[in-house]
């Protein structure tokens, strides 16, 4: 598989890595920490679901998959400061 590849791979909503890193590359620094965690999961579901290449579903969606994608896009952000 061509490196070029991997970005077309489907994303699901239990890739809470892949999803953080859209979402910071999305919002770079105009999220810190204290922001990513207050954000309305409502909102957090539309950002996701507009990620191109995402293939989950509104109902297959969790309260869990959502503070581990909070998590994952936080760790995404302490990385790149």
């Known amino acids: 598989m061509a490196f070029e590849e991997i970005d077309n791979l489907p994303i699901y909503w239990n890739d809470h890595e892949d999803?953080?890193?859209k979402?910071?590359?999305?919002f770079g620094d105009d999220f810190g920490e204290g922001k990513i965690y207050r954000i309305r999961f409502?909102?957090?579901i539309?950002?996701?679901?507009?990620i191109p290449n995402f293939k989950g579903t509104r109902e297959d969606c969790s309260e869990s998959h959502l503070e581990l994608i909070q998590a994952k896009w936080v760790y995404e952000w302490r990385d790149n400061q």
Not at 23 to 26: A, K, S
Not at 46 to 50: A, G, I, K, R, T
């Open 46 to 50: 539309e950002w996701v679901l507009e």
């Open 19 to 21: 999803i953080g890193m």
């Open 23 to 26: 979402l910071y590359e999305r």
């Open 42 to 44: 409502t909102d957090l």
